[in-house]
């Protein structure tokens, strides 16, 4: 696999936290590689403390040039301002199948941000909620009845700094092609993984005639990531 | 969306941490629906506490019935025992598109295991190993080089009980087809996501003549959950 070396202190700060530990993680701290990460997915693990131990729960997350944005409702019943969470986006893009046991892996891409998160209020609320519907459904925003006043309220949006974050990408394929395990002769290589948007499922409910508009439907066939 | 309530404590045990509180959740306790989540999947998120603050950290895993075996390498540095972890399995399966913004949603099956993890040793670790191996990459185990004792020693695996877990599964079209928003005459449904394997990518230094075995290439074409 590419092992891409931490490249230092570009524009993220690499905390203790985030710095890269592992020989064979491959760390990159710029932020052109963490906004390329968040792009590429719509559902984070966000990690919160809850009676001093993690939780993990999945979410839905936006982003914009200096915060994500995540849907905190599952999490919102666990947090005590002002704990420290962590948020992990992880995209899968094939097994590294080798010629030993050991040296078989994953390639994928993953970018980790701690920060203390925000409930977001008023007009900066409504408009993390923009965002974080435009990442996920583009062009739902608009064509979509938008939040009342009450759904407003009752919707958790976190705010995360992006100032303390991290990006690891493992890439290519296994690393003992030149070693001695090579002269076994066996196949390797890597087993991509795909993630694709199927055709859109009407609603049962739907009557007749109402049709998706194409914001929806020029994502069928395309790759999430 | 399709709400399956939360069943009881049927096999599973609900504690605190793990009963599900949000009405819109659904949450299914029996070990049959853990290990149907569990199996569609390869790799997890681990939430470890370190210095005080959640670290949520992508890493493969495998499972028998009693246990969720992950490899610990990426976390073994922050785990401090008797820590408990938690570890979440998560399959996104599509985004719902409602009619309003607010019940817009994912459909998704998610499972979530609390635990204070055991670092394997000796046959246990070399079984646990086998098992992990063989869930992200079945058929890998026989074919490939297996561990040496150091390649062992460098490994590390954390088993975690199954006995705190649950599982959240949220599927079906919008909830808004017979509320006052269907008059809006929008589109509503959902927009599937399928992961699938692709064919598989020879490491550019395996000599001419060495195809790949059966127990990989069917998988191509195959959904991964």
């Not at 990460?37 to 403390?49: K, N």
């Not at 994500?68 to 590294?96: E, F, M, N």
């Not at 980790?112 to 209020?121: A, D, E, I, N, T």
């Amino acid at each position: 696999m590419t092992e891409t070396p931490v490249t230092g202190l570009d524009e993220l700060s690499a905390t203790d936290r985030t710095r890269h530990r592992r020989l064979r993680e491959k760390g990159r701290t710029d932020r052109a590689a963490l906004h390329e990460v968040l792009s590429a997915g719509f559902v984070c693990h966000l990690g919160v403390l809850t009676g001093g131990v993690p939780m993990v729960v999945p979410t839905v997350y936006g982003f914009d040039t200096d915060h994500i944005y995540v849907h905190g409702s599952a999490a919102s019943r666990s947090l005590t301002p002002p704990d420290t969470v962590c948020v992990t986006v992880t995209h899968v893009d094939g097994l590294v199948l080798a010629r030993s046991v050991f040296e078989h892996g994953v390639n994928y891409r993953s970018a980790m941000v701690y920060g203390v998160p925000r409930s977001l209020r008023g007009d900066e609320k409504l408009t993390a909620l923009r965002i974080l519907t435009e990442h996920a459904a583009p062009g739902q925003w608009d064509y979509a009845r938008k939040p009342s006043r009450k759904e407003l309220a009752a919707t958790t949006i976190l705010a995360i700094s992006l100032a303390e974050a991290s990006v690891k990408v493992s890439s290519g394929p296994p690393d003992d092609g030149d070693g001695p395990d090579a002269a076994l002769g066996l196949w390797a290589g890597v087993l991509p993984l795909a993630t694709t948007w199927l055709p859109p499922i009407p609603d049962p409910l739907l009557p007749e005639g109402i049709t998706p508009p194409t914001h929806i439907t020029v994502r069928a066939g395309k790759q999430l990531s």
